[in-house]
């Protein structure tokens, strides 16, 4: 859940909106404009439209603030994070890897929830300080139902709910596996996940259930569905885990396919290259690693202009190129590829370019893994 439109930065972060932030945004707009109208029947509808939206916005900034929370606590523990994406279910603050310890996953968990705590007790004093029946009352008021609400979801013990990651960081701590401790706290997540699905169905199908609307019942069973993929996918992570075990960069060494002069034109590499079946090449320039050309770096270039542009132009430039040497685990690079979006990575020592791991190389390993049991 990540991508969309770049909207800015905070603390070196780039945050997204997802395409589904839109519709959410749209449906809590006009969810809240309906409201105001209710409380405030003399106001004109252009008036209740933008305290609607202003309202909204409050309220995906108190989720923004969330995952700064749990950003600034990552940073602290040496975990980059790569991008907070606001999407319909709310923020997600992408980690470039897991925390190395318990107490790192467990701060980092729990700073969220903090943040969410905070704002309610923040609007709950502001509730206290404005005038009954004003429109400032109401704000406040829907602020600190909504980020209490936020809070306490959060933390329930379902894994990768906070809760959850807050669950298995107390499991890791006491058993020093983190794995046995993520299968536990994401099966919690997938029992909290039919829970939901069983009980918002029921909802949809019947309002006089939970007395809430038959939209409440969908939307919970959605959110239920979401979670069970979010924690089916992390017991999948931890097997995945479990068969790369032990295996290092140096074990999966592939050939380098292909070395290209950094001034041979992009249609020569399209030509050779790619007519061979070779979909990336290391760039040199007199011997010397330079960059790292793929197709995908060829496609974006209009083809009028192939004969005419160094492949140095369009290749990743090589202090920006993803390496790993040889003594990487397996897992690392897996990860790697995952958040970079990479399909190789050179593998280099002492400044000498042994071959590169592939995902092609890499869905073999695994392959043979998982037949040899
Ligand atoms: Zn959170």
Same mark, same amino acid.
């Given at each position: 859940?990540?991508?969309?439109?770049?909207?800015?930065?905070?603390?070196?972060?780039?945050?997204?909106?997802?395409?589904?932030?839109?519709?959410?945004?749209?449906?809590?707009?006009?969810?809240?404009?309906?409201?105001?109208?209710?409380?405030?029947?003399?106001?004109?509808?252009?008036?209740?439209? #933008?305290?609607?939206?202003?309202?909204?916005?409050?309220?995906?900034?108190?989720?923004?603030?969330?995952?700064?929370?749990?950003?600034?606590? /990552?940073?602290?523990?040496?975990?980059?994070?790569?991008?907070?994406?606001?999407?319909?279910?709310?923020?997600?603050? =992408?980690?470039?890897?897991?925390?190395?310890?318990? +107490?790192?996953?467990? *701060?980092?968990?729990?700073?969220?929830?903090?943040?969410?705590?905070?704002?309610?007790?923040?609007?709950?004093?502001?509730?206290?300080?404005?005038? *009954?029946?004003?429109?400032?009352?109401?704000?406040?008021?829907?602020?600190?139902?909504?980020?209490?609400? %936020?809070?306490?979801?959060?933390?329930?013990?379902?894994?990768?709910?906070?809760?959850?990651?807050?669950?298995?960081?107390?499991?890791?701590?006491?058993?020093? !596996?983190?794995?046995?401790?993520?299968?536990?706290?994401?099966?919690?997540?997938? /029992?909290?996940?039919?829970?939901?699905? /069983?009980?918002?169905?029921?909802?949809?199908?019947?309002?006089?259930?939970?007395?809430?609307?038959?939209?409440?019942?969908?939307?919970?069973?959605?959110?239920?569905?979401?979670?069970?993929?979010?924690?089916?996918?992390? &017991?999948?992570?931890?097997?995945?885990?479990?068969?790369?075990?032990?295996?290092?960069?140096?074990?999966?060494?592939?050939? &380098?396919?292909?070395?290209?002069?950094? /001034?041979?034109? %992009?249609?020569?590499?399209?030509?050779?290259?790619?007519?061979?079946?070779?979909? @990336?090449?290391? %760039?040199?320039?007199?011997?010397?690693?330079?960059?790292?050309?793929?197709?995908? !770096? %060829?496609?974006?270039?209009?083809?009028?202009? @192939?004969?005419?542009?160094? #492949?140095? +132009?369009?290749?990743?430039?090589?202090?920006?190129?993803?390496?790993?040497?040889? *003594?990487?685990?397996?897992?690392?690079?897996?990860?790697?590829?995952?958040?970079?979006?990479?399909?190789?990575?050179?593998?280099?020592?002492?400044?000498?370019?042994?071959?590169?791991?592939?995902? *092609?190389?890499?869905?073999?390993?695994?392959? =043979?893994?998982? =037949?040899?049991?």
């Amino acid at each position: 859940m990540t991508g969309g439109l770049r909207i800015g930065r905070i603390l070196g972060i780039p945050i997204y909106l997802h395409p589904t932030w839109f519709l959410v945004f749209l449906l809590i707009s006009f969810a809240l404009a309906a409201e105001v109208g209710m409380r405030f029947p003399d106001w004109p509808d252009a008036a209740r439209y #933008v305290a609607g939206g202003a309202i909204s916005i409050l309220f995906f900034g108190s989720i923004l603030l969330h995952e700064l929370g749990h950003s600034v606590l /990552a940073q602290r523990h040496h975990v980059a994070v790569r991008s907070i994406t606001l999407f319909v279910f709310g923020g997600v603050a =992408l980690m470039e890897r897991d925390p190395d310890d318990a +107490r790192a996953e467990f *701060e980092i968990a729990i700073a969220g929830p903090i943040v969410s705590a905070a704002l309610a007790l923040v609007f709950l004093a502001g509730l206290r300080a404005l005038p *009954e029946e004003s429109a400032g009352a109401f704000v406040a008021w829907w602020l600190f139902r909504i980020n209490l609400a %936020v809070a306490l979801f959060n933390l329930l013990p379902g894994f990768p709910l906070d809760g959850g990651r807050v669950l298995r960081a107390v499991l890791w701590a006491r058993t020093g !596996d983190v794995r046995r401790a993520t299968r536990i706290a994401a099966g919690v997540g997938q /029992a909290l996940a039919y829970g939901f699905i /069983a009980i918002g169905a029921l909802q949809a199908l019947d309002p006089r259930w939970l007395g809430v609307g038959r939209a409440d019942g969908l939307w919970l069973a959605f959110i239920g569905w979401f979670l069970l993929s979010a924690s089916g996918a992390a &017991i999948r992570q931890v097997d995945l885990d479990a068969s790369l075990e032990g295996l290092r960069a140096r074990d999966l060494l592939a050939p &380098i396919p292909a070395r290209i002069s950094a /001034a041979e034109p %992009v249609a020569s590499f399209a030509r050779e290259q790619v007519m061979r079946g070779r979909r @990336w090449a290391l %760039v040199e320039d007199a011997g010397r690693l330079v960059g790292l050309i793929t197709l995908s !770096d %060829v496609q974006r270039l209009d083809p009028d202009q @192939w004969e005419s542009t160094p #492949v140095l +132009r369009v290749a990743t430039p090589a202090d920006q190129m993803l390496t790993a040497t040889p *003594e990487t685990p397996v897992r690392d690079i897996l990860v790697a590829m995952g958040t970079r979006d990479v399909n190789q990575i050179p593998i280099i020592e002492h400044d000498q370019v042994l071959g590169a791991v592939t995902r *092609e190389t890499l869905v073999h390993a695994l392959e =043979l893994r998982r =037949l040899s049991g």
